[in-house]
């Protein structure tokens, strides 16, 4: 398996600018997620879904973040419009929650620089 | 509030010594998982140990769980410098979800 992929991998924006992150999960897993990580505040968690339905999005930060999983193989995160406190690396994870057990697989994560 | 706390911050120690990381939780668990970050890389799982259970080996790896203190310890033995990454550890909640709750991470240094 591929693993989780992410795109782009490196993003650098003006403020004021929309910008689409993109996940696709792990073949399989049901369980998606969307974190952010900055060195100030670390690893947020923003959304995740189960089934393509969002369970908890209560870690997204502003209106101005949102996210869709129109199916099981693909997820976007947007931002609209950007500024520079979105600046951070955002990671997409997956997982196929068996047993009680929620190991989670992480992608390379997209850098972005709004500036 | 954070669910998972590890110390120390950060680590700095000579190749083949171990490494010892201690992670604290709140609330009840189902499991606790410790995970590795390479610089510039996702975040990758190392080991998971179920709430019933109070130790746990893979290869170099040995984790602890004692529910009674909500504290874990992950210790890597005879280190290498290729075990220089950040540390975090992660809970889920004691319910159906798949949620986890990750903490701020220790940065281990393995000098060679």
């Known amino acids: 398996d591929a693993g989780v992929i992410q795109s782009p991998r490196h993003e650098v924006t003006e403020m004021g600018q929309e910008v689409t992150l993109r996940c696709k999960p792990i073949?399989?897993?049901?369980?998606l997620f969307w974190y952010r990580q900055t060195m100030m505040r670390g690893l947020e968690l923003l959304i995740y879904?189960?089934?393509?339905?969002?369970?908890?999005d209560s870690g997204m930060p502003e209106d101005r973040f949102s996210a869709k999983m129109p199916n099981a193989s693909f997820s976007t995160l947007k931002i609209q419009p950007s500024e520079p406190r979105d600046s951070a690396v955002y990671f997409c994870?997956?997982?196929?929650?068996?047993?009680?057990?929620?190991?989670?697989?992480f992608g390379p994560g997209t850098r972005l620089t709004v500036t | 509030s954070q669910q998972g706390e590890e110390d120390p911050q950060a680590l700095s120690i000579q190749e083949g010594e171990n490494a010892t990381m201690n992670c604290s939780y709140k609330?009840?668990?189902?499991?606790l998982q410790w995970y590795r970050q390479n610089s510039g890389r996702g975040l990758v799982h190392l080991i998971l140990?179920?709430?019933?259970?109070r130790e746990k080996h893979s290869g170099r790896l040995r984790v602890t769980l004692d529910t009674s203190k909500k504290s874990s310890s992950l210790l890597i033995t005879a280190s290498r410098a290729a075990d220089t990454a950040s540390y975090f550890c992660?809970?889920?909640?004691?319910?159906?979800?798949?949620?986890?709750?990750f903490g701020k991470g220790i940065t281990l240094s393995v000098r060679p």
């Open positions: 994870a997956s997982s196929l929650p068996s047993n009680g057990r929620y190991e989670q697989y």
């Open positions: 073949s399989g897993h049901n369980s």
């Open positions: 879904f189960n089934n393509n339905v969002p369970i908890d």
């Open positions: 609330t009840s668990i189902n499991n």
């Open positions: 140990i179920r709430s019933n259970e």
């Open positions: 992660a809970t889920d909640g004691n319910g159906a979800n798949s949620k986890l709750t």
